[in-house]
C-alpha cells in the first residue's frame, strides 16, 4: 500500500461545479497537510495548508483534514476554467521533514 | 511571498554528457532543499534532501554518483546528473524550506524538463 493514495481522474466538470477531491494515507504521524496545484511543465504552487484535523476555508477553497479516517478533501466552488489544472495532496511529519506527495488529479473544467 | 528560481527550465543534452541545475532562494535562506523527479503523469518522487554545508542524504535507488548535489550557501542549491541517458529524462524539480523553520508548506522551483538523446 503506497503512503498516499489520490485518484488520477482525469475528473472533468462544467463551470460553476463544486469540485471534490481526495487523498488517504496510511501514516498516522503525517501531521501537516498540504494541497498543490500544477500546471503542465511547471512547478507545484501552495493553495491550502492545514494542521491536524480540522477546516481551513479560502475563497472558493475548502480543505478539510479528518485524521482519525487518515482522509482529507480540498472542495472548490465555482469551479473556473483557469481552475483546470493537476490537484496534488501532500503531507508531511513534524521537523524538517519533505513532502510525501499523492499522484495528482487531473481536473478539466469546461466552459 | 517566498520564491525560489530554478534554471534551466529545460535542456536538451547528449548521452554521456553532464547536466547542472541551479536552484536559487530569493528572498529567504534554505537550509534544507529537497529534490524531486516527475515522470509524465506521475506524482513527485523525492531523490535526496540536501542540508546547507553538510552532505545530501539520497533517498533508497537514487545514485549519489550519478545525481550529484551541492548545497554550498544558504540561497542556492545544484543538482547535476552526470553521465546523462536518456532514462534519466524527466522533469526535476526542488523546493525549499526556509531558515526560521517556517510550518507552511514548502515553496517549489518552476522545474526543469530534462531531455537526453
Known amino acids: 500500500q503506497k503512503e498516499v493514495e489520490q485518484d488520477p481522474g482525469p475528473l472533468s466538470v462544467p463551470e460553476g461545479a463544486i469540485v471534490s477531491l481526495n487523498c488517504t494515507y496510511s501514516n498516522s504521524a503525517f501531521q501537516y497537510f498540504m494541497w498543490y496545484r500544477q500546471y503542465s511543465r511547471k512547478g507545484p504552487e501552495l493553495l491550502m495548508y492545514?494542521?491536524?484535523?480540522g477546516n481551513k476555508e479560502d475563497g472558493r477553497f475548502t480543505a478539510q483534514v479528518d485524521k482519525s479516517s487518515k482522509y482529507i478533501s480540498l472542495f472548490i466552488r465555482d469551479s473556473q476554467p483557469s481552475d483546470s489544472a493537476t490537484y496534488l495532496c501532500?503531507?508531511?511529519?513534524?521537523?524538517?521533514?519533505?513532502?510525501?506527495f499523492g499522484k495528482g488529479t487531473r481536473l478539466s473544467v469546461i466552459a | 511571498g517566498a520564491v525560489v528560481s530554478q534554471h534551466p527550465s529545460w535542456v536538451i543534452c547528449k548521452s554521456g554528457t553532464s547536466v547542472k541545475i541551479e536552484c536559487r532562494s530569493l528572498d529567504f535562506q534554505a537550509t534544507t532543499m529537497f529534490w524531486y523527479r516527475q515522470f509524465p503523469k506521475q506524482s513527485l518522487m523525492l531523490m535526496a534532501t540536501?542540508?546547507?554545508?553538510?552532505?545530501?542524504?539520497?533517498e533508497q535507488g537514487v545514485e549519489k554518483d550519478k545525481f550529484l548535489i551541492n548545497h554550498a550557501s544558504l540561497t542556492l542549491s545544484t543538482l547535476t546528473v552526470t553521465s546523462a541517458h536518456p532514462e534519466d529524462s524527466s522533469f526535476y524539480i526542488c523546493?525549499?524550506?526556509?531558515?526560521?523553520?517556517?510550518?507552511?508548506?514548502?515553496?517549489f522551483g518552476s522545474g526543469t524538463r530534462l531531455t537526453v538523446v
Open positions: 501532500a503531507m508531511r511529519h513534524s521537523g524538517n521533514t519533505p513532502l510525501v
Open positions: 492545514t494542521y491536524s484535523s
Open positions: 523546493s525549499a524550506r526556509d531558515a526560521i523553520g517556517s510550518t507552511y508548506g514548502y515553496t
Open positions: 540536501s542540508n546547507e554545508g553538510s552532505k545530501a542524504t539520497y
